[in-house]
């Protein structure tokens, strides 16, 4: 591995398509590190600062919840990026989660 966690994080997270949402646990998992949900969280709080652009919006918890709201420029940001791409948000979680859910591992084309 020649680049941090971090970065890895945003690798995985560029790659999210408009009006899809996925888990930090789902990102981690498909880095190889199934128990690093945290960090990914983590690595999404600071994502405003990467360069290109990470669509940290499109990441919220393993319940579809928006649970990095608090780190956009209002609480409500995150839901309304969501909205403006397509996915629906009530009282804070992604309405037909398991519809919009984008699995990393399953839709990552591994090879080089």
Request: hydrophobic share 40%; net charge positive; no cysteine.
């Amino acid at each position: 591995m020649n680049t941090n966690f971090y970065d890895q994080v945003y690798e995985v997270a560029r790659l999210i398509p408009k009006g899809r949402v996925t888990s930090y646990g789902a990102i981690a998992k498909s880095l190889g590190a199934a128990k690093s949900s945290r960090m990914v969280g983590h690595a999404m709080a600071y994502a405003g600062t990467a360069h290109p652009k990470v669509p940290a919006h499109r990441v919220v918890n393993s319940n579809g919840l928006l649970t990095g709201k608090f780190h956009f420029e209002t609480p409500e940001t995150m839901a309304e990026l969501l909205f403006k791409e397509g996915v629906e948000v009530k009282n804070d979680k992604v309405v037909n989660f398991k519809k919009v859910f984008w699995n990393p591992l399953e839709e990552m084309n591994f090879e080089d």
